[in-house]
């Protein structure tokens, strides 16, 4: 789980919001969105507004040009690598 996570227990099943970062490789496009992952052992589900998705690191592609060379960091890397400078 990340530093930004928020975890709720609820009948065997941790829930947790997680903001990723998406940098995009091609046009230099970055945008957030906030993925909530339910944890169940070692399963893990996530949705995105509301609706089950993929996990943030698949299959991205840019919202500037669609480009598919898009970089997915959660928050709390993010963070650390600009503090560790």
């Known amino acids: 789980m990340h530093p930004q996570s928020s975890p709720l227990r609820a ?3 941790q829930t947790a919001t997680e903001k990723w970062r998406f940098h995009c490789l091609r046009c230099l496009h970055v945008w957030e969105e ?3 992952a339910r944890y169940c052992g070692d399963a893990v589900a996530w949705r995105l507004s509301g609706v089950a998705a993929q996990p943030p ?7 500037g040009c669609d480009g598919l060379w898009v ?15």
């Open 57 to 63: 690191w698949v299959d991205r592609a840019c919202r």
């Open 34 to 36: 906030l993925y909530e």
């Open 11 to 13: 009948g065997g099943v």
């Open 71 to 85: 970089k997915a960091l959660p928050d709390g890397l993010v963070a650390r690598r600009v503090t560790a400078k």
